[in-house]
């Protein structure tokens, strides 16, 4: 801008001053500035969050995209409806009604990415200093979004069955009516590897239709479980007016494709319509008709199968080397699917100070601290079992294991490391590693 | 929610109050509530703005995305950069070097769409109540976008040579230091179809510079040409710092992978790349990588030659059509390239209130109220001529022009009809009629 060049020493954006207020909760996450050291080839990276997209039927895939185009390609490759094909609405439904959703195709929206549903969820209900109550920890990715909307996160504290309802209630009191939704991952937790048991999924609704709060129910691991069917889901117990479900299929079929959605009561549905023309106009068509084509001829249920036999062999793997090789007082949380182990170091350690070395030895994770808005979470980690093989997954919990155990030593000779302290932060994602 | 139950002869939204102020500010466009009618097949619709997909070589196109997806499907179908694609970036600068700017790869921003630039640059910059300058009429998707984050638009005057200058400086005297940026379509305007002279180009910057307001340049047509080389770009003229500039393939390639991208001042990228993983983690890798194998292997600027020759031929249809047929008192703008055709009847008809009877006789437009945020335009029309074939156009303006001549006898008949009046909202797009 012509009068306000920066001054050396005073800032290096000649635009602050110029930004909207949201902008300044804008900040890079704890995942994103690790994805250049954990991506380097020699590091054993348990730190992103990529679906193993190598185990899928490539050759099919190609020849279904190829024929689409050549055949369909005039249709595929225009301009689509903001709501989403019809089509693949009603497939949609068909998705959710495995966990026992029974919902009219005109209540989906497509979305780009379960991310963008909810930052649309986000944009029509929530002025700045409004309340989220979020699980403790929660998903980077929400964390950022409702920062980037100014609204304020309430966290509710989980144990091995998910979501304490009594935490839930006293925050609900705590935040007296400025509560806007419950943002909650039922399934398989990211990052914190637990489900919401199935007693608990009718308390935690009752208590939120009692208090008028919504519950926004986020759902991309649920068809991932490693032991029988899938849990039925909270939009599954509601009447239409009470929750908003989110969708995805990038842990089902492939994220590179960006298709996600949201159920949602009908008001609220055509809000959401409106908010994303105005956000991307319409969701890519070409992507709508391959998911389409994909569900419609190939057996995509049988490669859900196959995705989740991987994701088992490899929580297998994690957790058997982590109780072979991690220091006692370390402890961690027992996934049945999905792609996360929740890790609690040795009290007087810091899973963030202790990054840096953990690097040096070639092992890479998510410190804690990034899944919650209110710098708790400093001994915990996030280890992710999805994408490396089992041995590369054993090698990198043996070298965790080192370091940890230096961690311990350095403990016992200095005391703890609560002086060598980092910032904590409100963040946006880093999409490679979500 | 519990506690608010929709009563008969009240509301039917049961979540009205809940919302977040900004979605008071959502509504349908024009453009949407025509798309229903619009899209009937005896109707000829000139109400559009979707590109001719069918001239695209499918067969070429097809046979590069399934070999993208068969060799290197594990990385097109996985998460990718908030950034976008480095090597799509770089050949988005090769790209823009057609309209002389000079810019890093590291400065551009690859988005889902230019729309969902404009959200983020809006996002970033617009607090409630700033300013953004716009033409008169304007873009109905970043009204919409605008109106989405509660910003004022301030319209600025334009004739047969674009944006004037001298109301530019009136506008931002008026304003007095509330605008956050100049939004402009320098080429083949969506919806005037007219072009900034090259003169104006470096008035129209030297006055933003002069003032600080930052220029955000539109170019989806620049490229769309009937006449020659394109004109140089305002970012080719300017600093660094003092324009961000928009571009897409949704009209060179195909709007069906929602491909765009913002090249910004260094800082500002920096925040763009936050809210775009906050709205939407990344944009779709496969389409990012499709768009790279189509730029590198395919003829692109021999298919954007094709279809330069298609629309110089559409639009000599209806401006020959326009001459032949229209009543007297009607005029037109004479794009040079572009989709657009902006229309103004004669004194005392409203084309909103013309419209069902448009729509009785087959022929759609999109009412010209939708293009402004004040209620301007209400004699003006957009016509499109960018979709329907050269027979279906001359066809479609015989029968506008008897719906004008039926206007004009009804006016002549019982005096204006100005008491007939509908009302004008600021809008969200419609995706299908972008």
């Not at 190598?54 to 024929?67: E, N, R, T």
């Not at 929206?109 to 209900?125: C, E, K, N, P, Y």
């Not at 899973?351 to 808005?373: D, E, H, L, N, S």
């Not at 992710?384 to 230096?406: F, H, K, M």
Request: hydrophobic share 40%; glycine share 10%.
């Amino acid at each position: 801008m012509g009068q306000e060049q920066p001054q050396a020493g005073v800032t290096l954006d000649a635009f602050t001053g110029r930004y909207a207020a949201r902008t300044a909760g804008m900040t890079a996450s704890e995942i994103r500035a690790l994805f250049a050291v954990a991506s380097r080839p020699e590091v054993v990276s348990l730190a992103g969050g990529m679906p193993y997209t190598s185990a899928l039927p490539l050759d099919s895939v190609g020849k279904l995209m190829g024929d689409l185009i050549a055949t369909r390609g005039a249709q595929a490759l225009q301009y689509g409806s903001g709501q989403g094909d019809l089509r693949l609405r009603e497939l949609i439904c068909e998705v959710m009604a495995l966990e026992g959703v029974v919902a009219s195709p005109d209540d989906v929206v497509v979305t780009v990415g379960s991310q963008q549903a909810l930052d649309l969820v986000t944009r029509i209900f929530c002025d700045p200093d409004d309340v989220v109550l979020a699980e403790a920890p929660s998903y980077v990715g929400a964390l950022g979004t409702f920062a980037s909307y100014q609204a304020e996160v309430r966290h509710v504290a989980m144990d091995a069955d998910g979501l304490q309802p009594e935490a839930l209630r006293e925050a609900i009191r705590e935040t007296g009516g400025r509560a806007k939704f419950l943002y909650t991952i039922p399934n398989f937790h990211n990052p914190a590897g637990v489900s919401l048991s199935d007693a608990r999924r009718d308390e935690v609704l009752a208590i939120c239709q009692e208090a008028g709060i919504l519950v926004l129910e986020d759902n991309p691991y649920g068809l991932l479980g490693f032991d029988g069917p899938p849990v039925r889901a909270i939009r599954a117990r509601s009447g239409t007016d009470d929750v908003v479900y989110l969708g995805s299929f990038s842990k089902t079929f492939a994220p590179g494709l960006r298709v996600g959605w949201v159920l949602a009561p009908h008001a609220v549905r055509e809000k959401l319509v409106l908010a994303s023309e105005a956000s991307v106009l319409c969701p890519p068509q070409l992507n709508q008709l391959a998911v389409v084509d994909y569900l419609e001829t190939q057996d995509w249920q049988g490669q859900v199968d196959v995705f989740r036999g991987i994701y088992r062999e490899r929580r297998d793997a994690m957790l058997d080397a982590l109780t072979q090789l991690m220091p006692r007082g370390t402890t961690w949380t027992v996934p049945t699917g999905g792609f996360y182990v929740w890790t609690t170091l040795p009290e007087g350690l810091d899973a963030k100070v202790m990054q840096p070395r953990a690097i040096t030895a070639r092992v890479a994770y998510v410190p804690g601290i990034g899944f919650y808005a209110d710098g708790q979470g400093r001994r915990e980690m996030r280890l992710s079992y999805c994408y490396p093989e089992p041995d590369r997954i054993r090698e990198g919990v043996r070298r965790l294991a080192g370091v940890v155990e230096a961690e311990l030593d350095l403990l016992a000779t200095f005391g703890p490391t609560a002086g060598r302290s980092s910032s904590a932060a409100v963040q946006t994602p880093a999409p490679d590693m979500a």
